[in-house]
């Protein structure tokens, strides 16, 4: 067995306990975990402690722990921040696996070599945890449960990723994955490890899965309501900025990411709630320059040019964040089609004007406003079915790929290859 490493000797994993005034369970649980370690593991390791910035007596605790454990290290950072302290300790170290595990240790050790034995192996590129597998063992309270969940399901249908379980403190990732990963993470906090998995996943790494044992922990100084809208933050920060391509993903899969590449598609609940958020922030912005309009050039004036301004945001917003059309191309076609469909909704929120007017002559503007905002909304349904259907329907037709062969080599024969291969094809496979 090879136990803990020296200074000059390769180092297979490094385990980073990030703890911030946590001077009543370092000692315990770091002696835990070192033997464990010391005991279980048969890859060369380190622990090291990331203190972050605590102000009680964590600094000298993990001090005396790194003197007194052979293998075990301590690191002092100035500022708080988990997401943070796992940037600098993953960044400096010269280990093969990065691990990180929550201090409290509430997920079982015993899932600790099965997270890291993919990616010492060269099969996987990160590794997590997950409580919501169906032989995962769980004991927490049913509101954390119940957040987990919500949480998890959201991540899914939003932001097209597949993992299970974005929040269990403890992961693994490959140095060569993370020193590529690492600096287009902007969270410094508890959204950190979300955004590392989800720009792998889009990046196309592959990330494995490790049910795990876990028990709450009822001390946790966890805030829920504040970390969970810091999360729903990051979530649509990452979004925006994996749409825009404001971060080179395609940078990392190139380097790094596995064959063939299919980035994730967000799925129809996904395209729902987004479709559903702009077309909110449309409404809002359509009873605005309503109300601004109105009364220098009449309501049907009014109206037109309002639907017609956040026709033009819609429908830009909904291609590159909703449907995922990135780049010029087909942009021109899309405008137009969108014009067209603008058309459409012009046609019900004009015609609710008029039966406004034709039931109650002389309707105030208030009234006016809020049958146009109903209205609005109907048509905003419209608009995703006609987006959906058409405007952004995928034309491409779909490629034969032969076995051995890359999607880009085969592409010149695989779309003039008969049906009928395709049938036989199929035929074979059954």
């Known amino acids: 067995m090879s136990g803990m490493t020296e200074t000059n000797q390769p180092l297979d994993i490094d385990i980073v306990v990030p703890c911030y005034n946590e001077q009543d369970t370092l000692a315990a649980h770091v002696r835990r975990l070192h033997t464990f370690c010391?005991?279980?593991?048969?890859?060369?390791?380190?622990?090291?402690?990331?203190?972050?910035?605590?102000?009680?007596?964590?600094?000298?605790?993990?001090?005396?722990?790194?003197?007194?454990?052979?293998?075990?290290?301590?690191?002092?950072?100035?500022?708080?921040?988990?997401?943070?302290?796992?940037?600098?300790?993953?960044?400096?170290?010269?280990?093969?696996?990065?691990?990180?595990?929550?201090?409290?240790?509430?997920?079982?050790?015993?899932?600790?070599?099965?997270?890291?034995?993919?990616?010492?192996?060269?099969?996987?590129?990160?590794?997590?945890?997950?409580?919501?597998?169906?032989?995962?063992?769980?004991?927490?309270?049913?509101?954390?449960?119940?957040?987990?969940?919500?949480?998890?399901?959201?991540?899914?249908?939003?932001?097209?990723?597949?993992?299970?379980?974005?929040?269990?403190?403890?992961?693994?990732?490959?140095?060569?994955?993370?020193?590529?990963?690492?600096?287009?993470?902007?969270?410094?906090?508890?959204?950190?490890?979300?955004?590392?998995?989800?720009?792998?996943?889009?990046?196309?790494?592959?990330?494995?899965?490790?049910p795990v044992d876990w028990v709450d922990d009822v001390n946790s100084s966890v805030h829920i309501a504040s970390t969970a809208t810091e999360d729903l933050k990051g979530m649509w920060r990452v979004s925006r900025n994996i749409a825009t391509g404001r971060v080179p993903i395609s940078t990392v899969y190139t380097a790094i990411g596995r064959q063939p590449f299919s980035p994730p598609s967000v799925g129809f609940l996904g395209q729902v709630l987004r479709f559903g958020a702009i077309g909110?922030?449309?409404?809002?912005?359509?009873?605005?320059?309503?109300?601004?309009?109105?009364?220098?050039?009449?309501?049907?004036?009014?109206?037109?040019?309002?639907?017609?301004?956040?026709?033009?945001?819609?429908?830009?917003?909904?291609?590159?964040?909703?449907?995922?059309v990135r780049g010029r191309a087909g942009a021109g076609r899309h405008h137009v089609q969108g014009l067209v469909v603008f058309g459409v909704a012009w046609a019900i929120t004009s015609g609710s004007l008029v039966v406004l007017h034709a039931s109650v002559p002389g309707?105030?503007?208030?009234?006016?406003?809020a049958v146009l905002t109903a209205a609005n909304l109907v048509a905003t349904g419209v608009r995703f079915v006609l987006f959906k259907a058409w405007v952004f329907r995928a034309r491409r037709r779909p490629e034969l790929i032969r076995p051995g062969t890359t999607p880009a080599a085969d592409a010149s024969t695989a779309v003039t290859e008969p049906i009928a291969t395709a049938e036989r094809t199929g035929d074979r496979a059954a």
Not at 54 to 78: E, F, K, N, Q, Y
Not at 140 to 149: A, L, T, Y
Not at 363 to 369: R, S
Request: hydrophobic share 50%; net charge negative; aromatic share 8%.
């Open 38 to 210: 010391r005991t279980s593991l048969h890859h060369s390791w380190r622990i090291t402690i990331a203190d972050n910035a605590s102000t009680d007596d964590t600094a000298r605790i993990a001090d005396d722990l790194a003197a007194m454990l052979p293998g075990v290290h301590a690191v002092h950072l100035p500022e708080k921040g988990r997401g943070r302290a796992l940037k600098e300790v993953w960044a400096a170290s010269p280990a093969t696996v990065l691990v990180y595990v929550d201090e409290d240790l509430s997920t079982d050790l015993a899932a600790l070599d099965p997270l890291v034995a993919p990616l010492l192996s060269g099969h996987s590129d990160l590794a997590i945890g997950t409580r919501l597998a169906g032989s995962s063992r769980v004991v927490r309270g049913s509101k954390r449960e119940f957040i987990s969940r919500s949480y998890n399901l959201l991540l899914r249908t939003t932001m097209g990723v597949s993992f299970s379980d974005a929040q269990c403190g403890f992961k693994a990732v490959t140095k060569a994955a993370a020193d590529h990963l690492l600096p287009l993470c902007e969270d410094d906090a508890w959204f950190f490890d979300t955004e590392l998995l989800v720009l792998a996943e889009h990046a196309g790494l592959r990330i494995h899965e490790v």
């Open 280 to 324: 909110v922030l449309s409404t809002l912005a359509f009873a605005a320059l309503y109300a601004l309009f109105r009364p220098a050039i009449g309501a049907q004036t009014a109206d037109f040019l309002a639907l017609l301004v956040t026709a033009i945001g819609n429908t830009a917003l909904n291609r590159r964040f909703t449907f995922g």
């Open 363 to 369: 309707a105030l503007h208030g009234a006016e406003i």
